[in-house]
Each structure stands twice: as structure tokens, then as C-alpha cells.
């Protein structure tokens, strides 16, 4: 069974730089397509970036592009989410998920990893 969780949150001071990992564990990553969600308080869950299987395509929400970068190894079953140059907006609780074959533009995800915590400071 696939299970996935996430590390590397924390508190950081606004236009700092944190690195989140989602590290998988019951299955290889190989054949799925990765994403990263986030949640902020009274906020609805919104998925920031998305990779494709092999690595080949990524997307990202608008108000993140150009600041995050999402990446994966596929020797370690490993995901991240590189984020530079915080707001204040950016604190939520940032989730990974996996969804089999592609990243998915109306659809469910397969496996989520239970959240790790992203505060951004002034």
C-alpha cells in the first residue's frame, strides 16, 4: 500500500526559502504523477504544482510560478517542492498526493500524505 509523507516545513521569514519532501514508501513513484496542495486557514485546498511520472512536464497556480519548482528522484521515491522568495501568503498546511499516470485536471488523487506545516513570518 502507498503511503506518503511529507517533511520540511516550519517557520520562515517572508522571502526566505524552504524545501518540502514527500517521501513514498509500499510502492515506487515511478508510474505517478505528483502533486503539492496547500490549505490556509478559511482558505479551500488549492493544488499548487503538479509533476508528471517521468518528470518530463510540470505545471504550477499562477501566484506560485516562478517561485517554487517542483521536482522528484526517482533513486530515493522522493518528491519535492523547492519554495523561494515566501509570502505571507504562502502559510498553509502543504499536502502531497499521488495520482496514477497523470496529473489530473478534474479528478481525485489515489494517495495523500498527511500535511506538514508552512508559516511564513514578516
Known amino acids: 500500500q502507498l503511503q506518503l509523507v511529507e517533511s520540511g516545513g516550519g517557520l520562515v521569514q517572508r522571502g526566505g526559502s524552504l524545501r518540502l519532501s514527500c517521501a513514498a514508501s509500499?510502492?515506487?513513484?515511478?508510474?505517478?504523477?505528483m502533486a503539492w496542495f496547500r490549505q490556509a486557514p478559511g482558505k479551500e485546498r488549492e493544488r499548487v504544482s503538479c509533476i508528471s511520472y517521468d518528470g518530463g512536464a510540470s505545471i504550477y497556480e499562477d501566484s506560485v510560478q516562478g517561485r517554487f519548482t517542483i521536482t522528484r528522484d526517482s533513486a530515493k521515491n522522493t518528491v519535492y517542492l523547492q519554495m523561494d522568495s515566501l509570502e505571507l501568503e504562502d502559510t498553509a498546511t502543504y499536502y502531497c498526493?499521488?495520482?496514477?499516470?497523470?496529473?489530473?485536471?478534474?479528478?481525485?488523487?489515489?494517495?495523500w500524505g498527511q500535511g506538514t506545516q508552512v508559516t511564513v513570518s514578516s
Open positions: 498526493a499521488a495520482r496514477f499516470n497523470i496529473c489530473p485536471t478534474i479528478g481525485h488523487y489515489d494517495q
Open positions: 509500499g510502492s515506487t513513484l515511478d508510474y505517478y504523477a
